[in-house]
């Protein structure tokens, strides 16, 4: 598990213990939409609001803490700051898998920008589909 409070700090962040147990409810699941953040640590802090939830997420994500995953049909989820990524959503229950980038995707968005003179700043690749524990279900 990561050093939340270290994690917090480098990013310019106080250390609270409402922010480090949002980082670990998303790391364990590893991504989440607001709402089921503050389900999770609402359980752990009963006094608090889903506006200072969603305060702490926006303010993670400035700093470079969190990142914002949009998904097509869904409310977008948060997931802590990791290496390049490709997502697998399922259109079935909404599970979101990451699969590593290999060499060669970088290598194909790097010649398709390059050639359309677009600068890239970040990558954000999500795929749309059924996961094997929806297709035995689709099955049975
Ligand atoms: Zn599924
Ligand atoms: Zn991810």
Do not use: W
């Not at 399922?90 to 060669?104: N, Q, Y």
Request: with cysteine; aromatic share 6%; charged share 25%.
């Amino acid at each position: 598990m990561t050093d939340y409070a270290a994690l917090l700090k480098e990013s310019g962040l106080k250390a609270t213990f409402q922010r480090m147990n949002i980082l670990e409810s998303i790391e364990r699941q590893g991504h989440m939409s607001i709402d089921a953040i503050y389900d999770k640590v609402v359980k752990i802090h009963p006094s608090l609001s889903l506006a200072t939830v969603y305060k702490n997420i926006i303010l993670m994500v400035e700093q470079g803490v969190l990142v914002e995953v949009p998904i097509t049909g869904q409310k977008a989820k948060y997931e802590l700051v990791k290496d390049d990524h490709i997502h697998l959503v399922c259109t079935e229950c909404g599970e979101v898998e990451d699969k590593p980038h290999d060499s060669r995707a970088d290598a194909l968005f790097n010649s398709m920008t390059k050639h359309e003179n677009f600068v890239l700043s970040k990558q954000q690749i999500n795929l749309y589909g059924v996961c094997s524990h929806c297709q035995v279900k689709v099955a049975s």
